[in-house]
T-cell receptor
Framework: QKEVEQNSGPLSVPEGAIASLNCTYSDRGSQSFFWYRQYSGKSPELIMFIYSNGDKEDGRFTAQLNKASQYVSLLIRDSQPSDSATYLCAVRSWNAGGTSYGKLTFGQGTILTVHP | DAMVIQNPRYQVTQFGKPVTLSCSQTLNHNVMYWYQQKSSQAPKLLFHYYDKDFNNEADTPDNFQSRRPNTSFCFLDIRSPGLGDAAMYLC?????????????FGDGTRLSIL
C-alpha cells in the first residue's frame, strides 16, 4: 500500500514568518512530488513540483526533496493571510504498465493558518 | 485560456436518481482522471482514461461509471446515488511524457443527495 503522510495540523504561523510543511512517503519507486494548495470549498491548485533531490525555489515557495529519507517539504517564506489553506502533498509513481505517466497518491493535507 | 471545465458547479439529486457530471478540457491532454473528495479528506481516485483506455481503481464501487467520447470530454455517471456519495467530484488532466507532468484540476462539482 503506497502511503503519503502529512501532519494534519492545523499549523498556525504569524504573518511574515516561515511556514514549514512536511510529507513522508512509503514507495521508494516514487518519481515526482507535488504540492497543491486547496482553499475551502475549492479544487486543488498546483503550487510546485520537484523530482530531483535538493531544493527548488519559486518566489516565496521552496520545495525540498530527500529521496533517501523519503521526505519532501514545502517552505513558505513571508507567510501571508492569503496563504491560509490546506496544503496537499501528492506523490507520483510510475504506472504499473510502465507508461510515462502515473497516478497521484495524496496525503491527508495540512491546514495552514496565517494570522495577522 | 486552456483549462479544465466542470459542469455543473453544484448538483443536487435525489437518492437513487441517476446523475451525470461533465468535464471538458482544452489542454489536449491524454489522461483524464476523476476523483471523489469528501470533507477534510484527500482526493480519492475513482478511475482514469489514458486516451480511450479505461482504468478503474479496485475499490471504486460499481455504481460509478465513466465515459470518454473524445479527447476533450469525460463524464462521470452515478447510477444510483446514495447518501454516502455526497462529495466534491474533481476532474483532472495530465500529459504523457518525461518529467513531472502535473495534474491540472477543474473547479469541481459539489454533489448533494436529498
Amino acid at each position: 500500500q503506497k502511503e503519503v503522510e502529512q501532519n494534519s495540523g492545523p499549523l498556525s504561523v504569524p504573518e511574515g514568518a516561515i511556514a514549514s510543511l512536511n510529507c513522508t512517503y512509503s514507495d521508494r519507486g516514487s518519481q515526482s512530488f507535488f504540492w497543491y494548495r486547496q482553499y475551502s470549498g475549492k479544487s486543488p491548485e498546483l503550487i510546485m513540483f520537484i523530482y530531483s533531490n535538493g531544493d527548488k525555489e519559486d518566489g516565496r515557495f521552496t520545495a525540498q526533496l530527500n529521496k533517501a529519507s523519503q521526505y519532501v517539504s514545502l517552505l513558505i517564506r513571508d507567510s501571508q493571510p492569503s496563504d491560509s489553506a490546506t496544503y496537499l502533498c501528492a506523490v507520483r509513481s510510475w504506472n504499473a504498465g510502465g507508461t510515462s505517466y502515473g497516478k497521484l497518491t495524496f496525503g491527508q493535507g495540512t491546514i495552514l493558518t496565517v494570522h495577522p | 485560456d486552456a483549462m479544465v471545465i466542470q459542469n455543473p458547479r453544484y448538483q443536487v439529486t435525489q437518492f437513487g436518481k441517476p446523475v451525470t457530471l461533465s468535464c471538458s478540457q482544452t489542454l489536449n491532454h491524454n489522461v483524464m482522471y476523476w476523483y471523489q473528495q469528501k470533507s477534510s479528506q484527500a482526493p480519492k481516485l475513482l478511475f482514469h482514461y489514458y486516451d480511450k483506455d479505461f482504468n478503474n481503481e479496485a475499490d471504486t464501487p460499481d455504481n460509478f461509471q465513466s465515459r470518454r467520447p473524445n479527447t476533450s470530454f469525460c463524464f462521470l455517471d452515478i447510477r444510483s446515488p446514495g447518501l454516502g456519495d455526497a462529495a466534491m467530484y474533481l476532474c483532472a488532466t495530465s500529459r504523457v511524457g518525461q518529467g513531472a507532468q502535473p495534474q491540472h484540476f477543474g473547479d469541481g462539482t459539489r454533489l448533494s443527495i436529498l
